[in-house]
């Protein structure tokens, strides 16, 4: 996999992509990496990408023209990427999406800075994500998550295969719960205890637990994700008790 950024801060990304699972990967060939810089594609001497709105307002906006420029004559070196843009006011980002994107050949993410992009940019955008509902200084830390997210799943990149699937939001194994809790030695720490069925060795007691955990802790942390986890007629029954506990009648009408 190819990923590309467009950005006014290429050197934002450097570390992140050379750093730990990240770096390893790229070294291994699972992906590769390149960071332009929009200022590459304006043509005035101050290298211009931003200016005032139209109609008024705080801030600037980044022109549309350097853009425009810079995803055509990426995208024009090889297969056609698919390029997504970083806006807060784009669709959530989540572990779906994370799979999804783990398939295509090329991404290219395009980062937005100062207070928006011009309206008429994203015509290139196949896509548009947001990381979550809270406004960043810019689109890089975006795309760098993304860029984490995306590449774990790839073949090869956490080393064991299995890593990856039976986690928190994995579409996978654990159906949409968080994953269980998970503990290492010492068996006895500040006055807790490693619950006793993990010491116990054995297998079927240890499924049991961490299953019933994952509900325990979805239910208590991320109600949200009950409606569509995937549950047994009885956890269901289970899990409509915890969240009434932990949340009090009415919460699911809320
Ligand atoms: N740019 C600024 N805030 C952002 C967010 N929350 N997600 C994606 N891009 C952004």
């Not at 992906?31 to 709105?53: G, I, N, S």
């Not at 994370?98 to 980062?111: D, G, K, N, P, T």
């Not at 956890?235 to 009648?249: D, F, K, N, T």
Request: hydrophobic share 40%.
């Amino acid at each position: 996999m190819l990923i590309e950024t467009l950005s006014v801060f290429p050197a934002m990304f450097e570390p992140v992509m050379s750093t730990s699972i990240l770096g390893r990967a790229r070294q291994a060939g699972i992906f590769d990496f390149k960071a332009y810089d929009l200022r590459d594609w304006t043509h005035d001497r101050h290298r211009t990408v931003d200016d005032e709105p139209y109609g008024g307002g705080q801030g600037m906006l980044m022109k549309a023209p350097p853009i425009f420029e810079a995803v055509r004559s990426i995208a024009s070196q090889g297969p056609r990427p698919h390029v997504v843009f970083f806006t807060p006011c784009g669709a959530p980002f989540d572990q779906r999406t994370a799979e999804r994107l783990s398939h295509e050949e090329r991404l290219l993410f395009v980062c937005g800075r100062y207070e928006g992009i011009d309206e008429r940019a994203y015509a290139l955008a196949d896509e548009r994500l947001s990381i979550g509902d809270y406004v960043l200084t810019g689109g890089e830390l975006a795309a760098m998550v993304v860029t984490d997210a995306v590449v774990r799943l790839l073949p090869g990149a956490l080393g064991d295969e299995m890593s990856s699937v039976d986690e928190s939001f994995a579409t996978g194994e654990t159906g949409g719960l968080l994953e269980y809790a998970q503990y290492t030695r010492p068996a006895a720490f500040e006055g807790a205890e490693v619950p006793e069925v993990l010491l116990s060795g054995d297998h079927a007691k240890v499924d049991a637990w961490r299953r019933a955990n994952a509900i325990e802790r979805t239910c208590r942390w991320r109600p949200d994700l009950i409606p569509t986890a995937r549950l047994s007629e009885s956890e269901r029954g289970r899990a409509a008790e915890l969240v009434e506990r932990y949340h009090g009648p009415g919460y699911s009408e809320a």
